[in-house]
């Protein structure tokens, strides 16, 4: 009977300590860290730049679908517009990230349509090829495609960032006769 009552207790703590230690796990609640949520998962910390962020998100979709043929769905994506919701969602100093297929979380300095259409071609990646495969997956192909299709436009990254870019870009010329989805199946 104790042991079953540790059982319990340990699998009630374990997802509260998930949210208290491991900061980007908030972004599947968002709700309750401070930021409202609308009809189409699209959270915000700042209510008054919800038009702004609809349109980002929007332009950065259209982007990605005429340019790659990248149809992204409804991801639940976090805008943060103010630094308690970076830090609450840990963005630390990174423009955003995507925990998998499950959400994506965008940070004040992330406000750019390339940073936004990054991660959403990392949660397409991660829709089409599990979440795993964002963690397993060739760095080189996972963060190349991004920078690369994101239409980024820094000349130059910083390492090893830009050596990925350069070679998905290569490895894209090679393939650029077979659909994305299909060429990069053998690969992931």
Request: proline share 5%.
């Amino acid at each position: 009977m104790k042991f079953t009552g540790w059982a319990v207790a340990i699998l009630l703590l374990l997802p509260i300590s998930a949210l208290a230690v491991f900061k980007p796990v908030r972004v599947l609640i968002p709700e309750a860290f401070g930021v409202r949520c609308n009809e189409q998962n699209l959270c915000i910390d700042d209510v008054s730049q919800l038009t702004a962020a609809e349109s980002l998100l929007s332009n950065s979709k259209t982007y990605l679908a005429a340019q790659w043929g990248l149809s992204i769905g409804e991801p639940k994506i976090v805008f943060c517009r103010t630094e308690p919701c970076r830090s609450a969602f840990g963005l630390s100093n990174q423009a955003g990230f995507t925990l998998g297929s499950f959400a994506i979380a965008i940070a004040p300095r992330g406000w750019q349509q390339h940073y936004v259409a990054h991660e959403l071609i990392h949660h397409w990646q991660a829709d089409h090829f599990g979440s795993l495969a964002l963690l397993t997956g060739e760095p080189w192909l996972i963060e190349g495609m991004a920078y690369a299709l994101s239409n980024d436009p820094r000349i130059e990254l910083h390492q090893p960032f830009e050596s990925y870019r350069q070679r998905f870009n290569d490895w894209y010329k090679r393939n650029a006769d077979i659909p994305l989805k299909e060429s990069l199946g053998g690969v992931l």
